[in-house]
């Protein structure tokens, strides 16, 4: 920190209410909140366009209890049965403080980001999959799988923009006009390097903007939404470290700047070790057979929600992890949807095909023949994946390597890390009203944060759309917050 | 922080060169150096006595090779068979640097204990178990277990005081004695409440003795051994959530109060989620049958060191955890060694046992089979177990509930927290000379830290021995530190 504003200074200043450092879904929320509260809103983004991570994400926003899209779709939900459902997906340890007000405030959230031109189509995407290839606004994120189906009531929840695939930036277009229309302004190519403090309170920020020493001055607060610390090796290293060598879900921005720029002032961390991962799988495909750890062992329902699929694996399971199926079950997913994904072995014997996949002898066969007594009779009593997709699996088999990843159709270069990518989850500790707290639990003065920055509602657990949900929903509570100003 | 020495202040202060705060091992063996080393010292200690949690544990030290002991009992070993050992048992993403200077040092730093009048007796202890009901001074920590037996030559490194059961205290009596003996001075029932620091260096700490408000002024340097955060659940639900509602390993008072005043100096923490797990499981016992999950699946070689089979079991496996074995196996185990366990379930038939505890249908049989078909023929092919553990189970066979724990022989409430007890690994981000990191990589002037209240050389993994063998190596280069004081 520094005394800013010293004489002798020579950099240019810039003035407004509230500062927002990072263009991306928490910082644009922040930013209309700010603005719509009547404060002059600086926004700072160190690439040269806003977007973010976000932009480049599959742009799922984790919202229910009864939204317009599910009730046309058909659904009925409340806000304690998605509470139940993301308490239990997002946990153990989800933080409940955070959740029951998200939860509580979905459908209102659902409703401004509507106000603010964000689109969702009202259909649902019924099938397995990590992105749907349609306009569909709605899709299952899970909650119709085992164990969440004996917790709640199953709806869908996860809405999303009118775009096949990746609609992380249809969203922030929508979101970065509405700050446009709302008078904020944005300094893009400006990175913040430092905290200003004065009195105790947080001021302003230092920055480089194209090649020059800048300063911003905040009336009212700054907002930190700069993302997680995925790319920082170092960062992982010493608070994630099961992230290390697997590939990044990022904007290749996410270096924890706003995170480090905080603890330099006193603010404190929670859960650093938080992370999301994702395996290089199809669950349309994992679904019709099975997935297998490197001991032939089934795991988890392969119906499960992505990402929960995932972790059982890459936290808890030997790698390499199969996906064994059978010529039925291969060829009812349309090549369309298999994302250029092909078998790496066949074989009319299982033991033939577990010894060419290394496992010990007799235990794929044991796995395969304990899923076809299960199936005939209609009941995985093992991992209570539904029985839509139980059907007795019959030679010739395949196994295809889930680290080999996916090809055409899909993201390239998504099968580094082992076919493992993530992100960080744990960051600022903030209160709901996105006030950065000191490590003695009291909140920074003139400090505010949300998004990956943070850590959000989450516990050991991940669900998609959660990120996206959170850092909008506390986004734009941190940009009220700050609009406020000092008490 | 405070301005300390303000004039007007009436509390008593008391001057030294090097301040150590916490007299467990870590604060013991820094003491004593930075006595060595010419300092004057004073030690602070919260309660009544010396000891801390050091003094309440089994008084393993991890130490190899090629101590005098472990040639008595005619073992050869190098520092870099006990590097690649550790390197594997604590990762991944073991703390390299600090690991490569502990295990050079190691034969060094056992000769050092010994001349401080630590006292390991030269006999091994060849059985599985938590800790030996002996006074051998040697002891097998999983170095014979797969898959260590094919990274390095095993060699046992688990050194422990002439006591059977619990050896913590014996070590830390000759600690303290040794403190003595080199002219420390301790304070007992002094509890430091925050660190004094003056232009932007650290002399002191406030402190309460006997409800009185105290000072201590260090002149060289001050050395926080306050053991880990387990105690405090708010800690423990910011960074080590996995840890709540589990049972505490510890004297009571690892409430991460140092990590907490060095905090609000500007010190960074480092992997605050790595935790250690104990299961209150019999090794030997498991090692003559078989350790399954809730589903009936074996998961670990059940004859790796107890702490790794915990680990596996409670991180990555569901619970309930039963052993499983025939009456030969369990008659095997000497009734002393049962530490009071006993079958909770007894059946004939497989399928009968594996529904009476819950199991898939079959899931249970099929685990058997598995591993009788290996025993048959003397090789476990999926987990590797020792050839000599390995022999066909045979009805009538017995389950017995491991969180039920152990009863008599052993600590008392050990079966709290579902059978599983632990303590946390993350802390202090220090230098392998014990130097307090700031947030920005550089040292905090004047602050030192060693043992549980830092990270240590653990990544992932844990091995009993590394907690009292890291805190004693490096508490003594922090003392050492210390006492040369300012550069």
């Known amino acids: 920190m520094i005394a800013a504003g010293a004489s002798g200074t020579t950099r240019p200043v810039t003035g407004c209410d509230v500062l927002v450092v990072g263009f991306g879904c928490a910082g644009a929320t922040a930013a209309v909140e700010a603005a719509?509260?009547?404060?002059?809103?600086?926004?700072?983004e160190r690439a040269s366009a806003p977007g973010g991570s976000s932009a480049l994400s599959g742009g799922e926003l984790y919202l229910g209890g009864g939204t317009?899209?599910?009730?046309?779709?058909?659904?009925?939900?409340?806000?304690?049965?998605?509470?139940?459902?993301?308490?239990?997906?997002?946990?153990?340890?989800a933080d409940e403080e955070k959740l029951e007000l998200y939860c509580r405030g979905s459908v209102a959230h659902f409703d401004w980001l509507v106000d603010h031109g964000v689109v969702f189509q009202p259909s649902l995407h019924d099938r397995l999959t990590w992105m749907p290839d349609t306009d569909d606004g709605l899709m299952w994120l899970g909650e119709n799988a085992w164990p969440f189906t004996t917790l709640a009531a199953p709806a869908p929840r996860g809405h999303r923009g009118p775009v096949p695939?990746?609609?992380?930036?249809?969203?922030?277009?929508?979101?970065?006009?509405?700050?446009?229309?709302?008078?904020?302004?944005?300094?893009?190519?400006?990175?913040?390097?430092?905290?200003?403090?004065?009195d105790g309170r947080v001021v302003g920020v230092l920055a480089r903007r194209f090649g020059q020493d800048v300063e911003y001055r905040a009336e009212r607060g700054v907002v930190l939404t700069t993302g997680g610390f995925v790319d920082d090796d170092r960062m992982l290293a010493d608070h994630a470290p099961?992230?290390?060598?697997?590939?990044?879900?990022?904007?290749?921005?996410?270096?924890?700047?706003g995170i480090t720029m905080a603890l330099a002032v006193g603010a404190a961390t929670r859960r650093m070790a938080a992370h999301e991962t994702s395996?290089?799988?199809?669950?349309?495909?994992?679904?019709?057979?099975?997935?297998?750890?490197?001991?032939?062992?089934?795991?988890?329902?392969?119906?499960?929600?992505?990402?929960?699929?995932?972790?059982?694996?890459?936290?808890?399971?030997?790698?390499?992890?199969?996906?064994?199926?059978?010529?039925?079950?291969?060829?009812?997913?349309?090549?369309?949807?298999?994302?250029?994904?092909?078998?790496?072995?066949?074989?009319?014997?299982?033991?033939?095909?577990?010894?060419?996949?290394?496992?010990p002898e007799g235990a794929l066969a044991a796995t395969v023949a304990a899923y076809n007594r299960d199936a005939e009779r209609g009941e995985d009593t093992w991992f209570h994946k539904d029985p839509r997709w139980l059907r007795p699996l019959v030679a010739p088999y395949a196994a295809i390597d889930v680290a080999a990843g996916f090809h055409p159709g899909a993201r390239e270069g998504v099968a580094e890390g082992g076919g493992v990518v993530g992100f960080t989850l744990g960051g600022l500790h903030t209160t709901p009203d996105g006030e950065v707290l000191t490590w003695a639990g009291t909140p920074v003065p003139g400090l505010y944060a949300a998004g990956r920055s943070t850590s959000g509602i989450h516990g050991d657990g991940y669900i998609s759309g959660t990120s996206l949900g959170d850092a909008t929903f506390f986004g734009r509570l941190a940009g009220r917050s700050a609009a406020a100003g000092p008490s």
């Open 36 to 44: 719509e509260a009547g404060a002059s809103v600086v926004v700072l």
């Open 279 to 359: 395996l290089t799988y199809l669950p349309a495909l994992a679904a019709r057979g099975m997935l297998v750890d490197a001991r032939g062992q089934r795991f988890v329902n392969e119906d499960a929600y992505p990402g929960i699929v995932s972790h059982a694996a890459v936290a808890h399971r030997p790698a390499p992890y199969w996906v064994v199926v059978d010529e039925t079950g291969f060829e009812e997913l349309p090549e369309r949807e298999r994302w250029g994904v092909r078998p790496a072995y066949a074989a009319e014997d299982l033991d033939e095909l577990g010894a060419e996949l290394g496992m």
């Open 68 to 93: 317009s899209v599910q009730q046309a779709c058909g659904f009925e939900d409340s806000a304690e049965a998605m509470h139940a459902f993301l308490s239990a997906a997002l946990g153990p340890h």
């Open 242 to 257: 099961a992230l290390l060598g697997r590939g990044k879900v990022s904007d290749g921005l996410d270096d924890g700047s």
């Open 165 to 198: 695939f990746y609609a992380g930036r249809a969203l922030m277009d929508s979101l970065v006009a509405a700050a446009s229309a709302a008078g904020v302004v944005t300094h893009t190519d400006t990175r913040a390097t430092e905290l200003v403090v004065e």
